[in-house]
């Protein structure tokens, strides 16, 4: 059973700054793409970012400059910086492994981690 784990959620206040974290239990993630989503009460996961297994990435409008995905490969982990953060990023924000990057979208492959809660206060 793949694990994926997710660390780094918090609260923080507007303009501040998060680092998420995701580590997979398995190796072969080196050579996936992966990506983090967000669900926010009462609306749909959407997708945040995406980052191929060759490190390119792509971003939803909204946090496009301000977030910046990344990948340690050695590591098994999946990073997502964010700053310059907004009442409107409050969110539940889940790991997700496994899917496939287009070039202009990342779509969710079947692994999902537990989901880190991430709020912002006005």
């Known amino acids: 059973q793949v694990q994926l784990v997710e660390s780094g959620g918090g609260l923080v206040q507007a303009g501040g700054s998060l680092r998420l974290s995701c580590a997979a239990s398995?190796?072969?993630?080196?050579?996936?793409?992966m990506g983090w989503y967000r669900q926010a009460p009462g609306k749909q996961r959407e997708l945040v970012a995406g980052?191929?297994?060759?490190?390119?990435?792509i971003y939803e409008d909204s946090v496009k400059g301000r977030f910046t995905i990344s990948r340690d490969n050695a590591k098994n982990t999946v990073f997502l910086q964010m700053n310059s953060l907004k009442p409107e990023d409050s969110a539940l924000y889940y790991c997700n492994a496994d899917g496939y990057y287009s070039g202009s979208y990342y779509y969710p492959g079947r692994y999902w981690g537990q989901g880190t809660q991430v709020t912002v206060s006005s």
């Open positions: 980052v191929s297994s060759g490190g390119n990435t």
């Open positions: 398995r190796s072969t993630f080196s050579g996936n793409a």
